[in-house]
C-alpha cells in the first residue's frame, strides 16, 4: 500500500491491479499511466513484496509481458531486496522497452522524496559566529 501511495504522488495515475497466470506469489503487478509532463507513459509494475533479488529473467520476462499491462511500453521492477548486476545490464539494453529497477535503497528514498511514510523535521542549531567575537575582542 505504501508504494502504492507513492507511485500516485509521483504521477502514476490510472493504477489498477493485473492478474498473471502463473506469476509468483510473492508478487503483485500493475499496469499504470506515468504522467511526465506532456507526456502519458503507459507502464507495467511489478513489485516484489518477498524481498528477493531481481536478476536478469525477471528484466526479460517483464519486457516480453507488457502486452499484458495495457498494453505498456515501459516497465519498473520494485523489490525490497537487492537488484543484481544482470539484471542492471539487461535493463540497459538499447533498442529494447525501458525498464527501471528500484532495489530496497531505492524504493526508500522515493518513498522519502514523495513525503510517504516520512515526517520531515527541522532542528535549529546555534554555532558561535566568530566574526562577532573577533570584532569584541578587537
Not at 507513459?41 to 531481481?54: F, H, N, P, S, Y
Not at 529473467?57 to 517483464?62: C, F
Not at 510517504?116 to 562577532?132: C, E, G, H, N
Request: glycine residues 10%; charged residues 25%.
Amino acid at each position: 500500500e505504501l508504494v502504492l501511495v507513492m507511485l500516485e504522488r509521483i504521477g502514476m495515475t490510472q493504477i489498477r491491479p493485473v492478474r498473471r497466470a502463473g506469476a509468483p506469489g510473492g508478487e503483485a503487478h500493475f499496469a499504470a499511466v506515468h504522467k511526465t509532463g506532456s507526456d502519458e507513459i503507459r507502464t507495467g509494475i511489478v513489485i516484489r513484496k518477498d524481498g528477493r533479488e531481481i536478476g536478469r529473467e525477471r528484466v526479460s520476462d517483464l519486457r516480453g509481458a507488457l502486452h499484458h499491462y495495457g498494453p505498456a511500453t515501459a516497465g519498473w521492477l520494485i523489490s525490497t531486496g537487492q537488484v543484481l548486476s544482470g539484471a542492471r545490464e539487461e535493463a540497459a539494453a538499447v533498442n529494447a522497452a525501458p525498464v527501471a529497477l528500484y532495489d530496497g535503497m531505492a524504493l526508500c528514498k522515493l518513498l522519502e522524496e514523495s513525503e510517504v511514510a516520512v515526517i520531515r523535521a527541522k532542528y535549529p542549531i546555534a554555532t558561535p559566529d566568530l566574526d562577532f567575537l573577533d570584532m569584541l575582542r578587537g
